[in-house]
C-alpha cells in the first residue's frame, strides 16, 4: 500500500512541474474509488452543503457536517493527502476559535490539512494556524462563503484594480505560510501570472490549464448533479442514467413479483 502523501510531495510536484489533481469527496466509498485511482489530495469541502445537502449555498454547513464528512474521507482512503474545508463562521470572528476549529479537524477528523477563504483579510488568521503546525491551502478569488458581498458566483479578476488585489491576497496567503492556494473563477492569464509569481502550488478551478494543479466537485464531474453545470466544469461521465436505470428496475421488478429471486432468499 502507497504511503499517505503529505505537503512534501505537493512541494516537490511543484518544483518538477508535475500537475497536481485534487477532487472533492464527502463520504467514504467516494474517497476509496479515487484514493484507489492515485489522486493526490481529497479536499472534504463545504461544497457538501450544495451537492451532498441541497443548501442553496455553503454557507449553512456547520464544523460538525466537516467533521462527520472528513472521519469518513479519511477511512476510505491511505494513500492521498485528505484537507478539510474550515466552514463559514469557524474562523472569521476569533483567532483563537480559528485555531480550535482547524485543530478540531485534524485531531478529531484525522484531515492533514485545513482550507480557508480569503487573502489579506486571512492572512493572520493562516498565520496562527500554520503556528500550530496545521498546514493550510488558502482559497483566493470567487469564494462562494463570500456569495452575498459578490453579488453571485461571478468570475474575480476581470478588472485591473481587482486583478492586482488578487495577486497581492495570493502573495498574503504565501507569506502567512499556506503551503498550496486554491484560484477559483479567475481569468486564465491572472491565473498563470499568479502561478507564475509564487512558490507555492496554485490549485485552479475555473482559473484554467496554467495552474500547478486542478481541484473538480466530483458530483460535478460524474454528473451526479443536475441542477447547474458551470461553465469550467467537464462532466468525465454522466452516472446519472445509471443510478436513475437501477432505481427504476428495482421498483418495477419488486411491483412485479420478479425480485427477490430465490438466489436472493433462504431455505
Ligand atoms: O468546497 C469546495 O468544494 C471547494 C472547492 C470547489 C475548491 O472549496
Known amino acids: ?8 510531495d505537493v512541494q516537490r510536484m511543484k518544483a518538477e512541474g508535475e ?35 441541497g443548501y442553496d449555498t455553503t454557507l449553512p454547513v456547520t464544523m460538525d457536517e466537516i467533521l462527520y464528512h472528513t472521519r469518513a474521507v479519511v477511512r476510505g482512503s491511505s494513500q492521498a493527502l485528505v484537507i478539510a474545508d474550515m466552514p463559514f463562521l469557524s474562523y472569521q470572528v476569533y483567532l483563537r476559535e480559528a485555531r480550535l476549529n482547524a485543530g478540531r479537524l485534524i485531531k478529531e477528523g484525522g484531515a492533514a490539512a485545513v482550507k480557508l477563504e480569503g ?9 496562527a494556524i500554520v503556528a500550530m503546525d496545521i498546514p493550510v491551502v488558502g482559497h483566493i478569488g470567487l469564494t462562494p462563503q463570500s456569495i452575498h458581498r459578490m453579488g453571485g458566483y461571478r468570475v474575480q479578476g476581470r478588472v485591473q484594480e481587482q486583478a492586482e488585489r488578487l495577486l497581492a491576497d495570493a ?13 477559483e473563477g ?10 507564475a509569481a509564487l512558490k507555492i502550488p496554485t490549485i485552479g478551478i475555473g482559473a484554467g490549464v496554467h495552474c500547478d494543479g486542478q481541484v473538480l466537485v466530483i458530483h460535478d464531474i460524474l454528473g451526479l448533479c443536475e441542477k447547474y453545470s458551470p461553465r469550467f466544469v467537464k462532466r468525465f461521465a454522466d452516472v446519472s442514467q445509471t443510478i436513475r436505470g437501477g432505481i427504476d428496475d428495482y421498483i418495477r421488478e419488486v411491483k412485479e413479483g420478479t425480485f427477490p429471486t430465490d438466489s436472493h432468499s433462504f431455505e
Do not use: W
Not at 186 to 195: C, G, H, S, W, Y
Open 19 to 53: 500537475k497536481i489533481t485534487v477532487l472533492t469527496a464527502y463520504d467514504y466509498p467516494f474517497a476509496r474509488f479515487m484514493d484507489a485511482a492515485g489522486i493526490d489530495m481529497i479536499l472534504v469541502g463545504d461544497s457538501v452543503g450544495s451537492v451532498v445537502c
Open 186 to 195: 479567475v481569468p486564465k492569464e491572472l491565473a498563470r501570472q499568479i502561478t
Open 1 to 8: 500500500m502507497a504511503k499517505r502523501k503529505t505537503i512534501l
Open 119 to 127: 487573502g489579506e483579510n486571512v492572512a493572520e488568521t493562516i498565520r
Open 171 to 183: 502573495r498574503a496567503v504565501e507569506e502567512a505560510g499556506a503551503f498550496a492556494v486554491v484560484l
